[in-house]
């Protein structure tokens, strides 16, 4: 079974500082890793999709890595803004022959960005 | 492009009572799945539809919980009769179609739900 785990689980840094949030998965058979912003009340905001053969995906200040053999991925954040205030949570979507293929989420990483 | 959407958006039920959920998924998404988000986790699939056929139900409480996508498109999740550790966040999400690895899977904005 799949367990997807991230690493801090609450992290609170000064404006403009860079950042790097951490996943682990456990079962390398997956399609693809994706990470969320979730803000309270909200739900669920795809950030970046890194397919199970990239090693990196790029959406402005936010940096994704995948190391799959290793069952690794981090999120970079640059140049930090209080607007980054959220919590971001990683998931990986597995390889399945039957089609069942729903994502396998992590707790989650609670950020705080201090004006 | 329309997101997915759901109704209602909060719920506050007495336990044993019964609730019931609706989910409309993005236009011409085949796939269309059901989350179950308790305060602190992360979100746990309940239940996962290719177009009106159930693909993977192993995590839902069939006890009490049902769901159904009758005609391919939206789908309903039913909760009856409702225990107080039911109350939680249910998303719903969409995906073009399943077992593609370039597929980003959409959210809704949730329905919260409050057994009292």
């Known amino acids: 079974k799949q367990e997807v785990t991230q690493i801090p689980a609450a992290l609170s840094v000064p404006e403009g500082e860079n950042l790097v949030l951490n996943c682990s998965f456990t079962d390398s058979a997956i399609y693809n890793l994706q990470w969320f912003r979730q803000d309270p009340g909200k739900g669920l905001t795809s950030l970046l999709l890194?397919?199970?053969?990239?090693r990196e995906q790029t959406s402005g200040r936010l940096n994704a890595s995948l190391d799959k053999s290793s069952g690794r991925s981090t999120l970079y954040i640059a140049a930090s803004q209080p607007g980054d205030s959220a919590t971001y949570l990683c998931a990986v979507r597995p390889r399945s022959g039957g089609g069942a293929d729903g994502l396998t989420f992590g707790k989650g990483t609670h950020l705080i960005i201090q004006p | 492009e329309a997101g997915v959407a759901q109704s209602p958006r909060y719920k506050i039920i007495e336990k044993r009572q019964s609730v019931a959920f609706w989910c409309n998924p993005i236009?011409?998404?085949?796939?269309l799945y059901w989350y179950q988000q308790i305060l602190g986790q992360g979100p746990k699939l309940l239940i996962q539809f290719q177009n009106n056929g159930v693909v993977d139900d192993s995590q839902l409480p069939k006890d009490r919980f049902s769901a159904e996508r009758l005609k391919g498109v939206d789908s309903t999740l039913k909760i009856q009769p409702a225990k107080l550790e039911d109350s939680a966040v249910y998303l719903c999400a969409s995906s073009l179609d399943y077992g593609s690895s370039g597929n980003t899977i959409y959210f809704g904005e949730g329905s919260w739900l409050t057994v009292v």
């Open positions: 890194i397919q199970s053969s990239q």
């Open positions: 236009s011409g998404h085949a796939t």
